[in-house]
């Protein structure tokens, strides 16, 4: 990396440092109070579960984002005023969704009517998601019951993770064409909070708020589990 | 979430330097070795490591299969089936430099940092063997999950391993201290 790189890539950089001291600051304890045996555990589900993962997801994500397209498209509509977004598998490659956004206003260097296509890759929601599901079945916890909730849990935090990246991918990749429109054209144009949160995403901090899911599924079991044996 | 709550009501000021000095040593190690890499020529590079690295791969995939016909050409795999080549980004350099970094960083002794690097590297050509191995076979035969293999699959795969790896060091570091592991 040269260092003209590492000037621009402080703001990352900086992030990354934050993310590893919470960790370390969290995780420290319980890492050096765990055994050879906790770690390989671990390492194993880990691995396992995302090979299984990523290999499902690879194959059936396509299958799965079929279903999701039209509430991608409602929560894109949503987001944004500028476009009407319209979405659908890409029939050639049914591994990709096909945006297709109408201008429904004159801003910048797009006119109205002006009609843009986006190809999205499922990869970028499935990859994650896959990595959740991993993280979620190999935490280490006390017992089975918990192992179960976790993985359990596995599901509404996947769907809480689409709501937060999926519709923000669409709009994203939109808005990032039209930058480069703007760009090419010298034309100044805002970047909308949802194009920054999407880039956020797109340059890593998918797998970060995946980390923070997993640690939020964490909370929940641990919490659920002190409940219990206050119950009984 | 007790660590946090902890972090709240009563801070531990030497715990909050150590998570925040560890990683900063770290980040600037990595980013210390990650720089000197760059700063390698392509040739040296293919020279002292790719090309012996790929002829490696050669020899564990003609083991697997000897009737591939796959020849090594400097750092490119070559076959009637497909070609690989070997660059920059796919020797699994940025996975051993965190690794390195990480163990470097870490209080320890000079002999145990010494054989946390030496497993590491270790690992890691073992690991990148396998790694451009598998993908050789996969685009031969199954060229479809070439792409998401390389891209998605065995990076997770790679730094899970390297996680492990320092896991395992500090464990056995941790238990030369207080006798646990």
């Known amino acids: 990396m040269a260092s003209a790189d590492i000037q621009s890539q402080i703001p990352r950089l900086a992030i990354v440092w934050l993310t590893l001291s919470v960790l370390v600051l969290v995780y420290r304890q319980p890492l050096l109070a765990s055994n050879k045996q906790t770690l390989a555990g671990f390492f194993a589900r880990l691995l396992s579960a995302w090979l299984l993962g990523a290999i499902l997801a690879i194959r059936y994500s396509g299958d799965a984002a079929s279903y999701m397209v039209d509430y991608l498209a409602l929560a894109a509509n ?94 994203g990749f939109l808005e990032n064409i039209v930058q480069i429109l703007a760009k090419l054209n010298h034309v100044e144009r805002p970047e909308p909070p949802y194009y920054i949160w999407q880039q956020f995403l797109d340059g890593g901090g998918c797998w970060l708020l995946v980390l923070a899911l997993a640690g939020c599924g964490k909370w929940i079991v641990s919490r659920n589990a002190v409940q219990l044996a206050a119950a009984r | ?78 076959s009637s089936k497909g070609n690989l080549s070997i660059v920059r980004t796919c ?14 960083m870490f209080p320890s002794s000079l002999y145990k940092k010494t054989q946390g690097l030496l497993l590491a590297f270790a690992v890691t050509i073992l690991l990148n063997v396998c790694r451009i191995t598998g993908l050789y076979f996969l685009k031969a035969y199954l060229p479809d999950w070439f792409e998401p293999a390389h891209v998605d699959i065995a990076p997770m795969i790679m730094l899970s391993i390297n996680c492990a790896v320092f896991a395992f060091w500090l464990c056995s570091v941790k238990g030369a201290f207080n006798g646990k592991c």
């Open chain 2, 91 to 104: 020797d699994g350099a940025d996975g051993f430099f965190m690794i390195c970094a990480a163990i470097a």
């Open chain 1, 78 to 171: 949503a987001l944004q005023y500028d476009f009407h977004v319209a979405l659908r598998i890409y029939p050639a490659r049914p591994d990709f969704i096909h945006c297709v956004a109408t201008s429904l206003r004159d801003a910048a260097p797009v006119a109205v009517g002006t009609e843009l296509q986006v190809f999205i890759g499922t990869d970028r929601l499935a990859m994650p998601v896959a990595f959740l599901f991993a993280l979620l079945c190999a935490w280490p916890v006390p017992n089975v019951r918990a192992r179960i909730l976790l993985t359990l849990l596995s599901l509404p935090l996947t769907v809480f993770y689409l709501c937060l990246s999926g519709p923000f991918h669409v709009v």
């Open chain 2, 1 to 78: 979430m007790k660590e946090f709550s902890r972090l709240f009501n009563s801070p531990n000021i030497r715990a909050i330097a150590v998570s925040l000095g560890f990683p900063f040593g770290f980040l600037v190690l990595y980013l210390a070795f990650d720089y000197g890499y760059g700063m390698l020529s392509d040739e040296s590079l293919g020279f002292f490591f790719h090309t012996p690295f790929t002829a490696a791969c050669v020899r564990l995939i003609k083991f697997i299969s000897p009737d591939e016909g796959v020849v090594a050409v400097q750092n490119t795999l070559l």
